[in-house]
Each structure stands twice: as structure tokens, then as C-alpha cells.
């Protein structure tokens, strides 16, 4: 693997353009786009406030900053430099922001939920939604970017409108068996809309685009429910992570349980590879520049460098008890990830928060589980592969495949680069690192070696 040097980022904001050509990062009040080849820079934009949030234009001509706390949102192009826009929302404020589909609409969530403004490029005319819920996923558009469904609360009661893109006309609405809807999203395919409850109430409700109810599945009663919900690439499975520490798996053709996945403290599996990082230290140098006092005061001569190492069943997983008494607590999946050939499911138990567990979805069975020094942070699937790579805050970036697992020490030139999150280049040919305000690219030669 090779390395960029480091640039400079603010609150995570980077993000390749969906073309795969060009960088885009945000330094506070600047934008920087670079080419993603030679990462020279190409477009330097100064924007009115620190920039919050930012996101490419689905045809990468655009990218638009918002600004919440002024209530702004700045748009810039990469073809036309001298051409710009701004959106003031006011009094009213902005709480979220985001592109439509057809990236010449964007679409403002205003303070408090009043509302949502859709706003167009290129008639600049503005067309207004009521009554959007305030949830964890309340909008979300179809794969083809034809539809746009919106969660709605009014008269306390849940609803769902589905809106045609083009002219953003209401195609249906319609009131949902939920208590407190948490969250929708559309399958792959744009067929289905899966819609799930509270955590209060174990329900996940499936629709067809007219608004037909196929389907309703509920595991259990009287107590904590869904905590995350993920859809395989090809549309077949729709996964479920609850509080009880599960994933259960619903087909697409009966919608019923077919399959779970339980995460237990022991692994006794034969046919479960269990990869354990373990840390080494080692000289830097030479030895002949090593002492005692060096040694003993914790010198830079010494540095950690890790591995894994295949440990055989039983092993023992790392189990934290989360506090009854606090809100939130620490326990049940709360990430699911397919690979992009929907044949690997990785998912993370979060009272077992060092350790990622992959499920081969062929078989229905446990393949792999790497247990890590520390919490992992951010995992992703290689768009293009069966390549798992993650993250857990330290120097060193993981990478997981069927042959085995590596982990890769992240030059340290720049001085405490720690790896908070990554994401794939759209081609799979590098990994974005993100470090506290800090970042660099990742380039991959090969696929990983067993260790």
C-alpha cells in the first residue's frame, strides 16, 4: 500500500464526486477541490461561515455548502468557476440540507420540522412540503431517483407521502401501522419501502410503491426493539439489528425470518476463523541506540506495530454490561453492512464494540470475527470487492477478506495521524482516512495477504 501526504479537513467533510474524478474537501470556511489523480488543486471557494455540511451534485457539475447556524446554503459550480448561488432560509433556519436526484433541486429542512423547501436551479422557482417528521431517516429516494418518500406526522398520527421527482407532485399518501415511526428506505430495486417503529415497539412494516402493506414482521414484545435496518445490494434480504443482540433476516419473496444471526460471548464454531489483533513493540532504529533509560521512559525508539493472529474455539469475546440506569444504552447491533455482491453481511454488537463479526450470506453461517485492541469506529465494504476494511481510532487501518485479514500502519510523518473514520473511492482503488482535522489517501496495490 502507499500514502498520500496530509491535507487538512474540518468536521469530517470529504467526499470523492460520484464520477470518481475529483476531491472535495471543506476547511472551515473554504472548499477545496482537488483532481483526484495528482491531487492538485483545481477550484478553491470561499464560502460566507464555517461550512457544516457539503455534497456533490449527483452528475459531479455541483456541490453544495450548507451553513446551519446561519441558516445558508452556497452552491458552486466546477464547470462555470464565476457561477454561484445562495439560499437564505431567514428567520425560519436550516436544519438540514440535501440534493434531489437530478442535482438542480435542493431540498431544506427548516429549525423545528416545519417544513421542507424544495428548491430549483433552474427556474428558481420554490415548492414546499408540510408536516415532515422529526426522525432518524424521514426522507429517502428510490435507487433510479424517480421517487422521493417523506415520513409525516400530523393529528399524531404517522403518514407516508411518496413524491414523483420530476415535478415533485404528490403520488401517494398514506397512513402507516406504526406507533412512532423511526425511519424508511427504499429497496435497490425501488420496489419496496420498508418502514420500522421506535425502539419502543418491535415493527418493520413493507410497502409497495401504491402504498400496499405486504408485510409486517414484529420478534418479540415488551421490550427494546429495531436498532438498525439494511437492505442487501441485490434486494433479496433485508436485515434487522435489534436490542436483543440479533440480526434477523427477512426474504424478499414471503417476507418472513429465514435466518438469525446471534452474537454469542463464546465462539465455539470449528468453521468460525477467529482473527485477534495483537500488539508488538519493536525498535525503530538500530540497536545500538537503545539503553535502559530509553527503554523505560517510553521512547520513541520504541514503536507498536500489530497482527493477527488466528486464535482456535473456544474463544472468549470481550462483553461490556451496559448501565441500566442510562439512557441509550450500550447494547444490540447497531451497524449492518452488505458487501456489494450481497454475499457478506458484517455487523457490530455494540456491548462487544471492539470486535466485527461476517456472515456469508450463502450459507447462513458465521464465516469470520476479528476482534480488535480497540472500540472499532467506522467499517465499509470496498465498492467493487469483498474487501472489508475498518477503523478503531488508532494509526493503523484493517482490511478483511476471504483469504484473511492484514493490518497496515499509517505512516506517522505527520505526528498522532489517527485513522477516525475512512470511506471507499467509488472504484475501490484507495481509501479516504480521516483523522481529527487531518486526512490521506490509502492507495491499494494488491489484496491483502493472510497474516
Known amino acids: 500500500m502507499n500514502f498520500s501526504e496530509v491535507f487538512k479537513q474540518s468536521n469530517q467533510l470529504c467526499k470523492v464526486s460520484p464520477d470518481g474524478k475529483y476531491l472535495a474537501t471543506c476547511v472551515q470556511y473554504r472548499l477545496v477541490v482537488r483532481d483526484v489523480s495528482t491531487l492538485q488543486i483545481l477550484q478553491l471557494y470561499t464560502c460566507l461561515d464555517q461550512i457544516t455540511h457539503m455534497e456533490w451534485s449527483s452528475d459531479s457539475q455541483f456541490i453544495m455548502c450548507a451553513m446551519y447556524k446561519r441558516g445558508l446554503v452556497q452552491v458552486w459550480s466546477l464547470e462555470q468557476p464565476d457561477w454561484h448561488c445562495k439560499i437564505d432560509e431567514g428567520s425560519i433556519g436550516l436544519l438540514a440540507s440535501r440534493w434531489s436526484p437530478d442535482g438542480r433541486h435542493i431540498l431544506n429542512t427548516t429549525e423545528f420540522h416545519l417544513r421542507i423547501t424544495v428548491w430549483s436551479l433552474c427556474t428558481k422557482a420554490v415548492s414546499y412540503i408540510k ?27 404517522d403518514y407516508i407521502c411518496v413524491f414523483v421527482c420530476d415535478d415533485w407532485h ?5 397512513e402507516t401501522e406504526t406507533q412512532d415511526l423511526a425511519g424508511l428506505e427504499w429497496s435497490p430495486n425501488g420496489c419496496i419501502l420498508a ?26 414484545e415488551w ?14 434480504f433485508l436485515a434487522i439489528g ?28 470449528n468453521k468460525v476463523v477467529v482473527y485477534k489483533e495483537v500488539e508488538k513493540r519493536v525498535p525503530a532504529v538500530g540497536h545500538e541506540d537503545l539503553s535502559l533509560h530509553n ?70 453461517s458465521l464465516v469470520a470475527v476479528l476482534e480488535q485492541m480497540s472500540a472499532v469506529r467506522c467499517f465499509q465494504w470496498d465498492p467493487r470487492r469483498s474487501r472489508l476494511a475498518l477503523c478503531t481510532g488508532n494509526a493503523k487501518v484493517y482490511l478483511w477478506t476471504p483469504a484473511g485479514c492484514v493490518s497496515v500502519q499509517v505512516p506517522d510523518e505527520a505526528g498522532g495521524f489517527q485513522v477516525q473514520s475512512l470511506t471507499w473511492h467509488c472504484d475501490g482503488d484507495f481509501l479516504i482516512l480521516l483523522g481529527k482535522d487531518q486526512l490521506r489517501l490509502c492507495y491499494m496495490d494488491t489484496g491483502p495477504e493472510e497474516k
Open 242 to 269: 435489534s436490542y436483543d443482540e440479533k440480526v434477523r433476516i427477512l426474504n424478499h419473496i414471503t417476507w418472513k425470518k429465514i435466518a438469525m444471526f446471534e452474537h454469542p460471548a463464546t465462539i465455539n464454531n
Open 295 to 364: 527503554i523505560t521512559m517510553g521512547s520513541s525508539l520504541l514503536s507498536t506495530q500489530s497482527k493477527y493472529e488466528i486464535h482456535p474455539p473456544p474463544v472468549q469475546m470481550p462483553v461490556v454490561r451496559p448501565d441500566p440506569d442510562r439512557a441509550n444504552p450500550k447494547i444490540g447491533v447497531s451497524t449492518l453492512a452488505f458487501s456489494s455482491d450481497s454475499r457478506y453481511l458484517a455487523t457490530k454488537n455494540d456491548n462487544m464494540s471492539s470486535a466485527v463479526w461476517v456472515w456469508d450470506m450463502q450459507k447462513m
Open 170 to 174: 404528490l403520488l401517494r399518501h398514506f
Open 223 to 236: 421490550s427494546l426493539g429495531v436498532k438498525a435496518v439494511a437492505w442487501s445490494p441485490s434486494s433479496q
Open 195 to 220: 418502514v420500522w417503529d421506535s425502539c419502543l415497539e418491535y415493527k418493520v412494516l413493507l410497502y409497495s410503491l401504491d402504498g400496499r402493506l405486504l408485510s409486517t414482521f414484529s420478534a418479540y
Open 131 to 157: 408536516y415532515p417528521k422529526a426522525c432518524y431517516k424521514g426522507i429517502d429516494f428510490s435507487r433510479d431517483g424517480c421517487y422521493m418518500a417523506l415520513a409525516e406526522r400530523r393529528d399524531c398520527k
